[in-house]
């Protein structure tokens, strides 16, 4: 009787294991073989993605050096060239000083040299002009091309208070636009606008610069007085310097002595 009744038990249980009509199709699938291609896939894709991490971990660069322009971060050297080196024996510095000593400024390491103080001072001097005594215009047109050559940049000073003083908008923008076209001709990489400050209104401000600005291009600099800032409403600022590359700001170093 116990014989019989363990055969019968085990032919119930052979009989549940028997595909009926309502058992799902996936029952009967190989899922030995589909657990190690999931678990091969998975690996992959684990493996996969260590590679990419790795990748690009090893394509950053060694060093954080973010692309600048070329005025920014860099040394420049403020020069009256009549106080520098003179070649003719008149007792006035000179331009062509200026192109005899180009190695001693390459080897500064400075990025640019400013100029001021070459234009003629009086009401009908021009903004085109050079004082005579510092030379000729080629003399400026080669000191420029020298600086480039070793990797150096030309900044020019333009005093425009007298202008400003008689000039409309549309006069002003003419008159120091023509300006700035006769020195980039010259090789002149960048221009720093005095007297901007006497312009009281700021939508004639804001004007001017935009119109100077699209002349000089995004490769040459404009640079203003800290003191136009400091008169600008701080509202307005975002929209003045959208037009300016540089400030000129003065710093008020004190050496403290040790006791």
Known sequence: MEMRANESSTHCLKGNRRKSKE???????????????????????????CSIVVAQIASLPKYCNPKTEWYQGGVFYEINPTSFKD????????????????EYFANLGISGVRLNSIFPTGE???????????????????????????????????????????????????????????????????????????????????????????????????????????HTAKTNLTALLEHVDLVDVVVDVKVIRKR
């Not at 202008?163 to 960048?190: C, F, M, P, R, Y």
Request: some cysteine; glycine content about 8%.
């Open 87 to 102: 070649t003719n024996n008149d007792g006035i510095g000179d331009i062509r000083g200026l192109i005899n000593g180009i």
């Open 124 to 230: 009908s001097s021009s903004l085109r002009d050079m004082r005579p005594e510092l030379g000729h215009l080629m003399d400026l047109k080669i000191f420029a091309h020298e600086l480039n050559a070793r990797n150096m940049s030309l900044l020019l000073d333009l005093p425009l208070q007298q202008i400003i003083a008689k000039s409309d908008q549309h006069e002003l923008i003419e008159t120091v636009g023509a300006a700035l076209n006769h020195w980039i001709h010259q090789g002149v990489n960048g221009f720093y606008l005095k007297g901007l400050v006497s312009i009281e209104k700021l939508t004639k401000l804001s004007n001017c610069l935009d119109a100077w600005k699209s002349i000089v291009g995004p490769d040459r600099v404009l640079m203003v007085e800290e003191s136009l800032m400091k």
């Open 23 to 49: 058992t799902p199709s996936f029952v009967s699938w190989n899922w030995p073989l589909i657990r190690k291609c999931t678990f091969f896939v998975f690996i992959s894709g684990v493996l996969a993605m």
